[in-house]
Nanobody, 122 residues
Framework: QLQLVESGGGLVQPGGSLRLSCAAS????????IGWFRQAPGKEREGVTC????????YYAESVKGRFTISRDNAKNTVYLQMNSLKPEDTAVYYC???????????????WGQGTQVTVSS
């Protein structure tokens, strides 16, 4: 069964950090770009960041640039999202998704995780 499973979410105070993981099973991540998305209550889902299959190219939404870092360990079949200097507006359910190609230029996705809740509050 092909799956992406996110973990690492939780409650954190403003200014704090969290690291999310996106673990793949049933297939290898090596050939695919992976994106992180988020959806806050009452808002549309938005793209946060993406990493190419090799890890050499990354993209970030302006709202998270300089605070979030995406990385991948293909040997562990896992992609990570390090989130620092968290703000209340980062509160959302975070999802990872497999792109259909090795490039982040592709907007098409073929597999989504179930999501992990991130809440930033004092």
């Amino acid at each position: 069964q092909l799956q992406l499973v996110e973990s690492g979410g939780g409650l954190v105070q403003p200014g704090g950090s969290l690291r999310l993981s996106c673990a793949a099973s049933g297939f290898t991540l090596d050939y695919y770009a992976i994106g992180w998305f988020r959806q806050a209550p009452g808002k549309e889902r938005e793209g946060v960041t993406c990493i190419s299959s090799s890890g050499s190219i990354t993209y970030y939404a302006e709202s998270v640039k300089g605070r979030f870092t995406i990385s991948r360990d293909n040997a562990k079949n896992t992609v990570y999202l390090q989130m620092n200097s968290l703000k209340p507006e980062d509160t959302a359910v975070y999802y990872c998704a497999k792109k259909t190609t090795s490039s982040c230029y592709s907007t098409a996705t073929s597999l989504w995780g179930q999501g992990t809740q991130v809440t930033v509050s004092s």
